[in-house]
């Protein structure tokens, strides 16, 4: 049995996650801070290095995982750039978190990494391949096959945000995204400044897509005319991933996923819809089972499988 410890780390746009862990997954310590972006890489490295040392008193690590929030040459650990945050731009995030915990450093994508953790212990188990969509502020994505990350030619994988899904130039991120969603509610309630998604969020002015949930609940036909919307765009994007790559499931994972069953039978009836006959029904869709824990869960497995390029272990595919 492995009992080392390890350090898995989420490096957002707008959070960190600093998490202590087993090789298995398991979180038994973690600290968290928000990523401002006026602070920059700067202020996020100085809560990183606050959270290290905090970690570090109380447990000794074996090796270091990070989800970082963007492109990443993931073979030598430099950051290509951050589409959030200034200055992260060609920094060697592993030569510097291997001086600072002075254990070995892996650094990926953190859409790959929220993947691997989905894969290998939340909704994803049992299943291969595992295709991951994050949706939030943007829109990621990551495969998983036979327990490892897939990984395409540097700098890019699996960005499925930036698929386009007209001539037009409309990507799945500037229809999909967090902030696309509260732009197009904000659009409806102007149009029509009545119902319980007006109710919710016309006072807002921002995030108004949390609000979707709740009045989808009570039947509101605005509410559910963007949840349409939404779930054809996500339906035919993800059509594009099953023709290329036939994952066994696809996980809807970010904040947007909070929308719940309504987002994930709305995706799955429309990817039917546009998937070709030989391929029917399709894959499976699933809620992410880690929620906001993916990421830092699927960094402790990083470590702990010595990199997104080492094998997994013959168990990790468990019974449907």
């Not at 968290?32 to 290095?49: D, H, L, M, N």
């Not at 212990?121 to 036979?146: E, K």
């Not at 967090?178 to 006072?203: F, K, T």
């Not at 059509?239 to 809807?252: E, G, W």
């Amino acid at each position: 049995m492995d009992t080392a410890r390890y350090l898995g780390i989420e490096i957002g746009g707008t959070k960190l996650q600093l998490v202590a862990g087993s090789g298995t997954g398991e979180i038994l310590d973690s600290r968290g801070y928000a990523a401002e972006a006026e602070q920059g890489a700067s202020g996020i490295r100085e809560k990183i290095v606050r959270g290290v040392r905090e970690l570090s008193a109380s447990h000794a690590f074996a090796a270091v995982g990070v989800g970082f929030g963007g492109p990443v040459e993931w073979q030598t650990g430099k950051i290509c750039t951050s589409h959030q945050v200034e200055g992260w731009s060609g920094f060697d995030m592993r030569s510097w978190l291997q001086e600072l915990a002075k254990v070995p450093v892996w650094v990926d994508n953190d859409a790959n990494v929220a993947a691997l953790g989905e894969a290998r212990c939340g909704a994803g188990v049992g299943f291969d391949p595992v295709f991951y969509i994050t949706l939030g502020s943007g829109v990621g994505g990551g495969m998983v096959q036979g327990g490892t990350i897939y990984h395409g030619q540097v700098p890019g994988e699996s960005e499925i945000g930036h698929v386009r899904l007209d001539r037009s130039g409309a990507t799945v991120e500037s229809r999909c995204s967090g902030w696309a969603l509260d732009a197009r509610i904000r659009e409806q309630i102007r149009r029509e400044p009545a119902g319980e998604l007006w109710r919710l969020a016309g006072a807002e002015g921002k995030a108004e897509s949390r609000h979707l949930a709740a009045a989808l609940a009570v039947g509101d036909p605005a509410a559910k005319r963007i949840l349409d919307e939404l779930s054809a765009d996500l339906g035919f994007a993800l059509s594009h991933v099953t023709h290329l790559f036939h994952p066994a499931v696809i996980i809807l994972g970010g904040g947007l996923s909070g929308v719940g069953e309504p987002l994930r039978a709305g995706v799955r009836k429309q990817l039917q819809r546009f998937v070709m006959d030989a391929f029917a029904p399709g894959p499976e869709v699933r809620l992410a089972g880690l929620g906001a824990q993916a990421v830092p869960v699927g960094a402790l497995l990083l470590a702990a499988m010595g990199g997104s390029s080492a094998g997994a272990p013959s168990s990790f595919l468990l019974a449907r």
